[in-house]
């Protein structure tokens, strides 16, 4: 077996580990390391912070003075109600199929999508759609007060 980045003359390959390059490839790969990429800590921890500032920002604001109605149908047509519905799931599905983007980054954007449909096309007020988004992530699964579900 040949060593870590070694090239063979003769059959014109560059092994790496498992992995071996052959034929006009291989002299590119020639003493470069292509192992796996590297996690990127500071992104992650960075995001992470973010989160929990927004997670934090969106329960701070006053509470609802009434409760809120849902409407079904914000549009007046049903057709265009269920396409504003139905936007979420074509962002995060076309993100992944037609975009090739990663799996958390295509959540994501089916997050937003859907804190954006809610609010602005449903009129959901920000604070309830943000604790809800909140809420179904996790970072928050128990209820503000004792006895309140």
Same mark, same amino acid.
């Given at each position: 077996?040949?060593a870590?980045?070694a090239?063979?003359?003769?059959s014109?390959s560059v092994?790496y580990?498992?992995?071996?390059?052959t034929?006009r490839d291989?002299?590119?790969h020639a003493?470069?390391?292509?192992g %796996?990429p590297?996690?990127? #800590?500071l992104?992650s *921890?960075?995001v992470? /912070?973010l +989160?929990a500032?927004?997670?934090i920002?969106? $329960?701070?604001?006053?509470?609802?003075?009434?409760?809120?109605?849902?409407?079904?149908d914000?549009?007046?047509h049903?057709w265009?109600?269920?396409?504003l519905?139905a936007? %979420?799931?074509?962002?995060? #599905?076309?993100?992944? *199929?037609?975009?090739? /983007?990663? +799996?958390?980054?295509g959540?994501l954007?089916? $997050?937003?999508a859907a804190?954006?449909?809610?609010?602005?096309?449903?009129?959901?007020?920000?604070?309830?759609?943000?604790?809800?988004?909140v809420?179904g992530?996790?970072?928050r699964p128990l209820p503000?007060?004792?006895?309140?579900?």
């Amino acid at each position: 077996m040949a060593a870590h980045g070694a090239t063979n003359r003769a059959s014109d390959s560059v092994t790496y580990g498992n992995y071996a390059v052959t034929g006009r490839d291989a002299s590119q790969h020639a003493g470069q390391d292509t192992g %796996p990429p590297q996690a990127n #800590l500071l992104a992650s *921890a960075i995001v992470i /912070v973010l +989160a929990a500032i927004a997670a934090i920002f969106v $329960l701070r604001i006053s509470p609802l003075s009434s409760p809120w109605a849902q409407g079904y149908d914000p549009t007046g047509h049903w057709w265009l109600s269920t396409i504003l519905a139905a936007l %979420p799931i074509v962002v995060l #599905l076309g993100s992944l *199929a037609l975009g090739h /983007v990663k +799996a958390h980054y295509g959540g994501l954007a089916g $997050l937003a999508a859907a804190l954006l449909t809610a609010i602005f096309a449903f009129h959901m007020p920000a604070r309830l759609a943000g604790a809800t988004a909140v809420y179904g992530a996790g970072l928050r699964p128990l209820p503000d007060r004792p006895g309140s579900c």
